[in-house]
């Protein structure tokens, strides 16, 4: 074996394509857990048809989610199953404090990206300025990533900071309460540039054009359940075409425990979960294994039991949002309804870091979370009606300077299965930052006919969207135990790059994934083979 990549989701998947350009022989190691076969087979069957047409059994398997209307955020199921959260394996455990929505490792075919809000923006300048790699050096990365995503969403304001690295970008609709609010905002637009916002069309790898493995959208509504025409963008049609190519080599149930460099190869320590524990071989490695799983790697491989690593994040936080103007919602007239619009935002109190929103349009999960008295009747929809047609929610995300933390250890255990024990810090000063942040946007997004609710604020457990990682911080100088250099190598290796989110040296506000895959796409591309 001569180039190995673990793991399938964003950054995996980027950085083998970029080591398959080189020319290089990639095996690409995952556990690779899928969807199980009920529900497969009935994604198969619902995918051509519209959401009328889906026989009632089978869209209420697919549409089940146990977290919706508790007193937490709810969790994406990925059509109605946990599998994509790694809670408990035989070979992986991992213990957490927190009852509620707590992040997990996945260990999916195609990792989260089998449940993103599809949501990508460049970071700016000024929300990278810990990293040892100037924006400039990565925006040819940022290109390459953009051309080869099916990114939608052109207009507004927002590439004044984040350009689009493309030429063309696909039109998704963005649903009556998403059109409304973006006219509002284009008429607003003089006085929201005066107070540091900026907006547009949310920028969403979406399909709007189909080909052998996926659907262009329809518009169907049911983002929130699953895409089954495979329209929201995952990693699996990508991964499908390469191996197709025979440009890399895909193994599945595979799981890697630890890597150890000698002076002219990686050994790597696996549970193959069909013959065993045994020991592999291979010039170099990348890991992009979900900041969880990588970390917890990198400390088994360095033998570092029950010493805490922090993770940073991106504190989320939800806004409702009344609009001076009523629109039909996705429920309605059905629509995509992920994102609508995005809105990035100074606050000059806090920071110099871009506030992320995101505006999603009132659906069927937000509408049965909300625990509204009278939902469940016919009148209680028509009375509610007037008030859900002016409602959105904002989806909010600051820089991790701004955000709670997490804590991990990698727990000894005698039977050589390590447990990840996660703690989720809460800082009280992130929380009012992010109280603040909601008032001054509260102010500034008034002019456009939104009127933000911050006494209504909540929030989201630390890391639970999946949007943490420096837990293994990229440096020009690395010099403490868990730094790594701009090629993500930890430990002073020189064959061992970690290249997902683990070393993104703090996590902005704005997306994550397209910041991740680009480095990861970098990194495989400078990383020196011998």
């Not at 809000?117 to 929300?127: M, N, R, S």
């Not at 024990?421 to 456009?448: E, G, K, M």
Request: aromatic content about 6%.
């Amino acid at each position: 074996m001569d180039i190995a990549v673990i793991g399938s989701g964003l950054a995996g998947v980027f950085a083998a394509r970029a080591l398959a350009a080189r020319g290089l022989k990639v095996t690409m190691l995952d556990v690779g857990e899928t969807l199980d076969a009920r529900r497969h087979a009935i994604v198969a069957r619902l995918r051509e048809l519209e959401p009328e047409a889906w026989p009632p059994a089978d869209r209420d398997l697919i549409a089940a989610n146990a977290t919706v209307g508790g007193d937490e955020l709810p969790k994406k199921m990925h059509f109605g199953s946990d599998y994509i959260y790694a809670a408990h394996r035989p070979f992986a455990e991992v213990t957490t404090k927190t009852a509620g929505r707590a992040p997990f490792p996945t260990f999916a075919r195609g990792g989260f990206s089998n449940i993103w809000g599809a949501a990508v923006l460049p970071p700016d300048a000024c929300d990278m300025a810990d990293w040892p790699v100037l924006r400039s050096a990565m925006e040819p990365y940022f290109r390459k990533v953009a051309e080869a995503l099916p990114l939608c969403g052109e207009g507004g304001s927002l590439s004044r900071s984040f350009p689009a690295y493309r030429s063309a970008l696909g039109q998704l609709d963005p649903g009556p309460q998403g059109a409304a609010l973006l006219d509002d905002l284009h008429r607003a637009e003089s006085r929201l540039t005066a107070a540091q916002v900026l907006y547009g069309p949310a920028r969403l790898a979406v399909h709007t054009a189909g080909d052998e493995f996926v659907l262009p959208c329809n518009g169907c509504g049911q983002c929130f359940t699953g895409c089954v025409r495979g329209s929201i963008f995952s990693t699996i049609p990508m991964l499908e075409r390469m191996i197709h190519r025979q440009e890399i080599d895909y193994r599945s149930g595979i799981f890697v425990k630890s890597i150890k460099e000698d002076a002219d190869k990686v050994r790597l320590e696996i549970v193959d979960l069909a013959d065993g524990v045994r020991e592999l071989s291979c010039k170099a490695v990348f890991i992009a294994a979900g900041p969880l799983n990588t970390t917890a790697m990198l400390l088994r491989s360095a033998n570092y039991f029950d010493r805490p690593v922090i993770l940073k994040e991106s504190q989320k936080f939800l806004v409702p949002a009344l609009r001076s103007r009523a629109a039909a919602t996705a429920i309605e007239k059905p629509s995509v309804t992920l994102a609508a619009a995005f809105i990035e935002a100074k606050v000059p109190d806090l920071s110099d870091h871009w506030v992320h929103v995101q505006m999603i349009p009132m659906n069927e999960m937000i509408v049965n979370g909300s625990r509204l008295p009278g939902l469940g009747s016919a009148w209680g929809r028509r009375l509610w009606g007037p008030i859900l047609r002016r409602t959105m929610i904002a989806w909010c995300g600051m820089h991790s300077d701004h955000s709670c933390s997490l804590e991990l250890r990698l727990l000894p255990a005698p039977n050589d299965v390590h447990t990840i024990s996660i703690v989720l810090n809460v800082s009280q000063q992130a929380r009012r930052d992010a109280r603040a942040a909601a008032r001054r946007l509260a102010r500034t997004l008034r002019p456009a006919g939104i009127h933000l609710q911050p006494r209504m604020i909540r929030f989201s457990n630390p890391g639970s969207g999946t949007h943490c990682g420096s837990s293994f911080p990229m440096r020009a100088r690395p010099s403490g135990p868990f730094d790594t250099d701009a090629l993500g190598r930890p430990f002073g290796w020189r064959r061992v790059h970690a290249v997902d989110a683990s070393v993104l040296p703090s996590i902005s506000g704005t997306t994550l994934a397209f910041a991740v895959m680009a480095n990861a796409a970098r990194i495989a591309e400078q990383a020196p083979i011998e």
